[in-house]
Each structure stands twice: as C-alpha cells, then as structure tokens.
C-alpha cells in the first residue's frame, strides 16, 4: 500500500519538470498498489511484471491528464484495472476449470470446502488463495474484479467505486451475477466430485 | 444460494489468511520505467510543436492565395503587357 505521508503533489510537480528521480520515487511508491491488482487479475501467459511495466507507462503518458478531482492513487488504480481488463477481454477464451487441473492441496481445500462444515485448515491458506484465484479466473473480467475487491480484499461498494469508476449500484449488481455464475461453478463442481 | 454464501465465504476467509506476496519493485525496475517514460519526448511539447505545424500549414495556404490574388491582374493581363514589348534587337538593327 502506497506510503501515507508521501507527498504525490510535489513528486507529481517534479515529475512534470522530467525529474527522473521523481519518477523513480512515484513508482517505487506505487508499485505495491500496482501489482496487488496485476496480480489479482493477470492474465494467463502474460508475466506481471510486464503488465506492471504497461500501467506505469500508462500513467506517465497520461499524467497531464490528472486533474486532482480524485486521490492519485485512485486514478492509477483506474489505469491499473483498465490495463488488465482489456488484457484479460484480449484473451477471448477462459479454460475450463477441471479438478484434474487442481494440484493435490487445491484439490482438498476444494473438497473441504464442498462436503465439510468445518473450516479449511491454516496451513491449506496458500491453496485456499490459488483456488479462489482459479475459481475467479472462470468469470468475465469485470465480475471477476469485483468479486476480488468485495470479498478477497474486503473493500466497501463505495471504495470500490473509487477504485473502478464504476457507480456502486453497477458494483452490486456485478457483484451479485458474479455470485450467481459462482454458484452454478459450485454446483456443477460438486456434481462432478459425486459421480 | 445460501449455502453457496457459506462454502464461498469459508473458502475466501481461508485465502485471506494466505501471506501477502512480496510487493517490493524488482532491482532496476523504477529506473527502467522513468528511463522509458521521461527519455520520449513531453507529450505537451509534442502537441504544441503538432498544434504550430498546422498553423503554419495554414498561414503558408493564406499567403499562396494572397500572393495570387494580388499578382492575379498580371497573371491575367500577361499577354498585353508581352504585346506593349518592342523586340530589342529589331530595334537595335533598325536604330543603327
């Protein structure tokens, strides 16, 4: 999470004057923020740190843009999500999700999660993470991030609303389809474990 | 959907426990992006450069068609003024 005392309206002027060592500092500083999203929503084949590489440049490339009516960080998360949807909508196809594709631990927490009442065990919490992210990989861009922000990350609509741009009724009523698509995912997952 | 609600939540509270990856820059990343980002030339230049051409585009169309229609009397009487010309050398030859 980028740094709460450092000051992007100073840095952003030196940036504007081609201070280098502005931009080194803004993209070490925004790097975190930066990658938490790519990574949530990387597409496959596709290295992070390329998809990374891509927002920054966004970012400067557009920075005369910025006119300060939203936080910095909101608007480079803009540019963040923007990048890797349209990333992810370039791929078309989404694989289909088979147990055969889990490995032995994904498998298990799926297991657990689908016939136990009991929670998942701690030490399963890695597998658990690469699950969701599979699980999440099944669904179109936009529900997929909204499901990643709702409840991964555990933000508020009306963050997510600043984060996106989206208005907070779009985000629930994304949040709830992607929930739907989910469950058919659960269903269809739980009836091929019994056969 | 309700007992999609508590599978789904079991699952996603057990990811969030997951350590957070590392979230620190690669060596030489920041310097290769501000190399690349700052090294391209300023896009406002770019744009005040792009907005001076086609001004200059302009003012060079407006003066052709002002030189022209300033000249245009000559263009069009051309051929008078060639006939009001006496041929130099017959004049010279008649003279001497």
């Known amino acids: ?195 | 959907m309700k007992d999609f609600a508590s599978r789904w939540e079991k699952l996603v509270t057990a990811a969030r426990q997951a350590p957070p990856a590392d979230t620190v820059a690669p060596y030489g990343f920041a310097t290769r992006i501000a190399a690349r980002a700052l090294g391209e030339p300023q896009p406002a230049l770019r744009a005040v450069f792009g907005r001076f051409s086609v001004h200059a585009l302009w003012v060079a169309g407006v003066l052709m068609l002002a030189s022209m229609a300033a000249n245009y009397v000559a263009f069009a009487g051309g051929e008078d003024d060639e006939q009001g010309l006496t041929d130099p050398v017959s004049e010279v030859l008649s003279s001497s």
């Open chain 1, 1 to 195: 999470m980028a740094d709460e005392t450092f000051d992007f309206a100073v840095c952003l002027e030196r940036v504007r004057q081609r201070d280098q060592r502005a931009a080194r500092e803004l993209v070490d500083q925004l790097y975190p923020l930066v990658i938490r999203i790519v990574r949530a929503h990387l597409p496959r084949r596709v290295a992070e740190e390329d998809l990374a590489q891509e927002v920054f440049l966004k970012m400067f490339t557009r920075l005369d843009q910025y006119k300060g009516a939203v936080a910095f960080t909101h608007w480079v998360s803009r540019i963040a999500v923007t990048t890797c949807i349209d990333q992810l909508r370039a791929q078309k196809s989404r694989p289909e999700f088979r147990w055969a594709d889990l490995s032995e631990q994904e498998a298990e927490v799926l297991d657990s999660v689908l016939t136990s009442e009991n929670a998942v065990a701690a030490n399963d919490a890695l597998a658990a993470r690469e699950l969701v992210t599979k699980l999440l990989g099944q669904l179109k861009p936009e529900d997929r991030l909204v499901l990643q922000l709702l409840d991964l990350e555990q933000h508020s609509v009306a963050e997510i609303s600043g984060i996106t741009g989206w208005n907070p009724s779009l985000v629930k009523v994304r949040a709830f389809r992607a929930r739907g698509k989910l469950k058919k995912l659960f269903e269809e997952l739980e009836r091929k474990e019994r056969s």
